[in-house]
Each structure stands twice: as C-alpha cells, then as structure tokens.
C-alpha cells in the first residue's frame, strides 16, 4: 500500500526534480498546502497572503524507500537553517516544511530534526499535513517538461 509524504524545502520545482528521483516514489505532485485560503491559485500563493507553503506531495512504497530515507532527502535537498528563503526565492511560501500524515511521520520528523539541531539552528516547521491544493498543470514536473534536472541559480 502506498504512504503519501508532504515537503516544503522551497521552489516546489526544484523539490519535486529531486523526489522523482528517489526509488520508490511512484508520484509526485506538486501544489500548496499550510495555508488559509482554498483552492488559492500561483498568484495568490506568490503573493504571500495565503499562509501556504509551495510543498511536493509524494506517493511511495514503504517497502521500497523508508519515510526517514526521504526525511534523509529532504534535508540534503535544501538549507533549513534560512527562515522563509531558499536561494533567491524569499517570502513565507519558500518555507521549510514538514507536513506529517501520521504519527509515526511525526516522530520520524522531529527525530530527524532533533538529529540536527545539535549542528546548527534549524527553522524548519513540523505540522499535521493540511488541505494539499494541487498547483496549475504547467507546474507539474516543470523542470523535466523543459529537460532540465535540477533548478539553476
């Protein structure tokens, strides 16, 4: 059976590239979750007034890839020690994010983090998954739609 995990780790487009490599994924999708406003568009979410995070929603098999292996990805993917930045993308919508869908999910995320935090400040947010609203189709695997593997700053 399929487990679905949420990540905010910045520019979804940049997250999911990196995701859809991992073995065991089966999909990915990426869209906005953490927020107040339903069914919020690009243009709202970009503008920071919604509360929402640009996140990637994954489908995996726990038989093939384990939830702390993706927590693992997770954190090498980004820098979680920048509040509401990643590269040149600022604003409460670039935030690191943990959405957990259970309570095992939980404590594997605040493990994980607490594993961290001992290095250097980490500013990553863990709470319950939310609504998960799924970006405009022209986001969907933006980068390899474009043949791109990976965002360039």
Same mark, same amino acid.
């Given at each position: 059976?399929?487990?679905?995990?949420? &990540?905010?780790?910045?520019? &979804?487009?940049?997250?999911?590239?990196? &995701?859809?490599?991992?073995? %065991?994924?089966?999909?990915?999708?990426?869209?906005? *979750?953490?927020?107040?406003?339903?069914?919020?568009?690009?243009?709202?979410?970009?503008?920071?007034? @919604? %509360?929402?995070?640009?996140?990637?929603?994954?489908?995996?098999?726990?038989?093939?890839?384990?939830?702390?292996?993706?927590?693992?990805?997770?954190?090498?993917?980004?820098?979680? @020690?920048?509040?509401?930045?990643?590269?040149?993308?600022?604003?409460?919508?670039?935030?690191?994010?943990?959405?957990?869908?259970?309570?095992?999910?939980?404590?594997?995320?605040?493990?994980?983090?607490? *594993?961290?935090?001992?290095?250097?400040? +980490?500013? @990553?947010?863990? @709470?319950?998954?939310?609504? &998960?609203?799924?970006?405009?189709?022209?986001?969907?695997?933006?980068?390899?739609?474009?043949?791109?593997?990976?965002?360039? +700053?």
């Amino acid at each position: 059976m399929l487990e679905k995990a949420t &990540f905010g780790a910045g520019c &979804f487009w940049g997250v999911e590239a990196t &995701f859809r490599q991992v073995k %065991g994924i089966k999909s990915t999708a990426v869209g906005y *979750s953490g927020g107040t406003v339903a069914n919020a568009t690009y243009e709202q979410v970009c503008s920071g007034r @919604t %509360g929402h995070a640009e996140v990637v929603q994954l489908e995996y098999d726990p038989d093939e890839v384990s939830y702390e292996a993706l927590l693992d990805v997770f954190w090498r993917s980004h820098d979680p @020690t920048t509040l509401n930045r990643q590269g040149p993308d600022v604003g409460t919508q670039y935030r690191s994010a943990i959405f957990f869908h259970d309570a095992a999910q939980e404590q594997a995320a605040r493990s994980s983090k607490e *594993s961290l935090v001992s290095k250097r400040p +980490i500013v @990553t947010e863990i @709470t319950p998954a939310l609504e &998960f609203y799924r970006a405009e189709e022209y986001h969907q695997q933006y980068l390899e739609k474009r043949g791109q593997a990976s965002c360039r +700053i």
